[in-house]
């Protein structure tokens, strides 16, 4: 069967989403499939879903527009969620344009690490994994708090920068860029003991 994986391709960097998946699925030996999708109809196809960055409140408004809401939160498989994504997937956003999905046991700070001019590269520590990732920070939000359902993944300068939760993965950087797929891979690994029935 495999495992089909859609990007929700609304607003943010969704081709760079599909190609590290595609890398990703191939160095794991798994079977499956990577697309774009823009339609609440799609989420039923998925095993997982890929929430990418962009600006955190356009993509809240697309998804009221496209009635996508509802069949997020409902959904039964794993999101990968980046940056925006993180703003969109946590349970508290201190921002009031953003409506969260209450998915994941986070709240979320955005733009934490300044505007667009403050984007840069910075030394990621995954826990359990050496040696260390290099992240991109791009208008980047923060984890504030992780709720005793999640679990605190990624730092970078003190700072919660990614959090798991069953199959659920949100982190405020891009690990799409720069070819590192430790991340999609562990996504997939954890994904593989959550997956349900279809």
Known sequence: MGINIGVCALQGDVSEHVAAFKAALLASGQEGEVFSFRRAADISRCDAIVLPGGESTTISRLLHKNDMYGPLR??????????AGLVLIGREIDDPRVEPLGIMDISVGRNAFGRQRDSCERS????GENPPFRGYFIRAPVILSVGPDAMPLCYADHNVVGAVQGPHMALSFH????????????????????TPAR
Do not use: N
């Open 124 to 127: 990621v520590t995954i826990t």
């Open 74 to 83: 409902a959904f039964k498989g794993g999101i990968f969620a980046t940056c």
């Open 175 to 194: 690990p799409e860029l720069g070819g590192d797929l430790r991340l999609h891979l562990l996504f997939l690994e954890r994904l593989g003991a959550y």
